[in-house]
Nanobody, 126 residues
Framework: QVQLVESGGGLVQAGGSLRLSCAASASGRTFSTYNMGWFRQAPGKERVFVAAISWNAGRTYYADSVKGRFTISRDNAKNTVYLQMNSLKPEDAAVYYC?????????????????WGQGTQVTVSS
């Protein structure tokens, strides 16, 4: 069982930056066996893939819409995964969720992740 808690969301102007964190309640050894992902969901839209990182941080994957602007990273010693978001655009506004799964690390599908956080709101003003 893994519990995930996101933080770091807020209101930022277009062009600004935010760093999201996702803290896992699992023990250090358990957390490090999970691939981690970030998804986002805007009002009235489906939850979509943003970024993912393999269990050992050896591989990262990004949606085309955020490549070059967002960076996913993890610290297994702290049971935490991060999403650094730079050059934010109004279309990045959404609730951001982190997720843990043991499927292929490059998975972009919601159903490939086993555990989800409650989400953190990101608002980008133009």
């Amino acid at each position: 069982q893994v519990q995930l808690v996101e933080s770091g969301g807020g209101l930022v102007q277009a062009g600004g930056s935010l760093r999201l964190s996702c803290a896992a309640s699992a023990s250090g050894r358990t957390f490090s066996t999970y691939n981690m992902g970030w998804f986002r969901q805007a009002p009235g839209k489906e939850r979509v893939f943003v970024a993912a990182i393999s269990w050992n941080a050896g591989r990262t994957y990004y949606a085309d819409s955020v490549k070059g602007r967002f960076t996913i990273s993890r610290d297994n010693a702290k049971n935490t995964v991060y999403l650094q978001m730079n050059s934010l655009k109004p279309e990045d506004a959404a609730v951001y969720y982190c997720a843990a799964g043991r499927s292929i690390p490059s998975s972009t599908r919601v159903d490939q992740y086993d555990y989800w956080g409650q989400g953190t709101q990101v608002t980008v003003s133009s």
